[in-house]
């Protein structure tokens, strides 16, 4: 038998080449998650400031609105006699809700820039209308005699007493009232305005209500009345209908949108009229939000989840590359690699500050394809394979685009996508002799 020269047998280094640079690229890929998370803490930051500015500009016009009630507050007499026998009087209180209440409510929307920020902001009128029937309160089983009709009052809830452009003017029957500021207690409503009014038991009191009333980002009410319908309107058309109910018809459009609901009491956790009770009405209430369409930090902040599969995509379409080749990459090539992926984070957070979301992915994406075809390019001097890697990284960004403005079909796209990505490297893998990779032909 021949002998082998030691030198001519390849020693461990050169026999598991292929398996040390996998891991390598493995533990390289580890590492470009560092600069990524610091580009996650950058946008969080940028958030963090967008939403101190809001609050700035909204505690200076006036923060989010609800309007609660009206609330017909009754006072009445109540004696019980103690243990010595002698009689006491307390005073306490009814709260009635209206039998009916409509109101309409017609939102102009203004957007208020502060440096690089806006902010939606609102002026509405809303006009509030409806009645009380004192039927309601033969369920309390108070004697008429013993209720101070004189002492009553009409309250109603303002979450922002300085977003009030105007006095609210109150219409009862056939008498006009000016509501003032303040309440006489808070067990029911927690800030807004009141007025004494006179009530005749002998019919049904109709009342009509106007609030001019400016705000931010949303605009609430509360199903007081037994029943309750409440008409918005506005020239906004990307608005969010939430709370506790949603309408039961809505138009959405160019021109803007318009929204009706209706709640009747049995739908809602608290009754009709009470005495001296907590209920907390605005946890009933719901309305309409005046969204902003697009939020570029929320979708570089989702793009920026899909990081770990840029680069490791790219670092194995580039070992696929450097093993048919039979060319070695430096592993300081691959690491410049990875960080061309990451300042396209970057470059997206700091020019969607500037434009919109989707002029900012295609200004930073171009770059990042242009820099780093153009690498390939000046590493392996061959036009094709440099187009080829440009073709798929181009792709890609295609792909993660159409995933980012996607929400209900998100997951689907998501996984469908990447099984075809792990099968197109599959194929081309099959290819491969990893065994004798190392040995030239």
């Known amino acids: 038998m021949e002998n082998v020269p030691q030198s001519s047998i390849p020693g461990f280094m050169e026999r598991n080449r292929n398996i040390i640079k996998g891991f390598l690229i493995g533990f390289l890929i580890l590492i470009m998650m560092i600069p990524t998370a610091l580009i996650h803490e950058l946008i969080n930051e940028r958030t963090h400031r967008q939403q101190e500015v809001i609050q700035e500009i909204s505690s200076k016009w006036a923060t989010e609105q609800?309007?609660?009630?009206?609330?017909?507050?009754?006072?009445?007499?109540?004696?019980?006699?103690?243990?010595?026998?002698?009689?006491?009087?307390?005073?306490?209180?009814?709260?009635?809700?209206?039998?009916?209440?409509?109101?309409?409510?017609?939102?102009?929307?203004?957007?208020?820039?502060?440096?690089?920020?806006?902010?939606?902001?609102?002026?509405?009128?809303?006009?509030?209308?409806?009645?009380?029937?004192?039927?309601?309160?033969?369920?309390?089983?108070?004697?008429?005699?013993?209720?101070?009709?004189?002492?009553?009052?009409?309250?109603?809830?303002?979450?922002?007493?300085?977003?009030?452009?105007?006095?609210?003017?109150?219409?009862?029957?056939?008498?006009?009232?000016?509501?003032?500021?303040?309440?006489?207690e808070n067990n029911v409503i927690e800030n807004g305005l009141n007025t004494p009014v006179r009530i005749d038991t002998t019919k049904p009191q109709i009342f009509s209500l106007q609030v001019k009333l400016k705000g931010s980002e949303l605009l609430y009410f509360t199903p007081v009345g037994k029943t309750t319908e409440i008409t918005a309107t506005s020239s906004w058309k990307d608005p969010a209908f939430d709370g506790q109910y949603l309408p039961v018809n809505s138009q959405i459009s160019e021109r803007g949108f318009t929204a009706k609901w209706k709640v009747l009491q049995v739908s809602r956790s608290y009754p009709q009229t009470w005495t001296d009770a907590k209920y907390d009405l605005k946890n009933s209430a719901f309305g309409v939000r005046l969204i902003q369409p697009t939020d570029g930090y929320a979708k570089t902040e989702r793009s920026v989840k899909y990081a770990i599969l840029f680069i490791a995509l790219t670092f194995v379409v580039f070992f696929f590359i450097e093993t048919f080749q039979k060319q070695q990459i430096?592993?300081?090539?691959?690491?410049?690699?990875?960080?061309?992926?990451?300042?396209?984070?970057?470059?997206l957070l700091s020019v969607s500050e500037y434009t919109s979301f989707n002029t900012a992915y295609i200004v930073a994406a171009t770059a990042t394809i242009m820099l780093i075809g153009l690498y390939v390019w000046s590493i392996f001097k061959q036009s094709k394979i440099a187009l080829g890697f440009t073709t798929a990284l181009a792709g890609l960004y295609t792909y993660i685009f159409i995933l980012i403005q996607l929400q209900d079909y998100a997951l689907l796209f998501g996984s469908v996508g990447l099984f075809i990505i792990l099968a197109v490297l599959m194929y081309f893998s099959r290819k491969i002799d990893w065994y004798n990779a190392e040995r030239k032909s």
């Open 66 to 184: 609800t309007i609660v009630g009206p609330v017909l507050q009754i006072p009445f007499k109540e004696f019980v006699q103690d243990k010595d026998g002698k009689v006491l009087e307390y005073r306490k209180h009814i709260y009635l809700l209206p039998e009916q209440l409509q109101a309409n409510a017609d939102i102009t929307p203004e957007k208020r820039n502060r440096s690089l920020y806006s902010v939606m902001l609102y002026r509405s009128t809303a006009t509030l209308t409806g009645k009380f029937n004192y039927t309601a309160l033969q369920k309390l089983k108070i004697d008429p005699q013993n209720i101070l009709w004189d002492d009553s009052r009409l309250m109603l809830g303002i979450n922002d007493a300085r977003g009030l452009e105007e006095e609210v003017s109150l219409k009862w029957n056939d008498q006009s009232y000016i509501l003032e500021a303040g309440l006489p």
């Open 330 to 347: 430096h592993p300081l090539q691959y690491i410049l690699v990875g960080l061309a992926l990451c300042i396209f984070y970057t470059l």
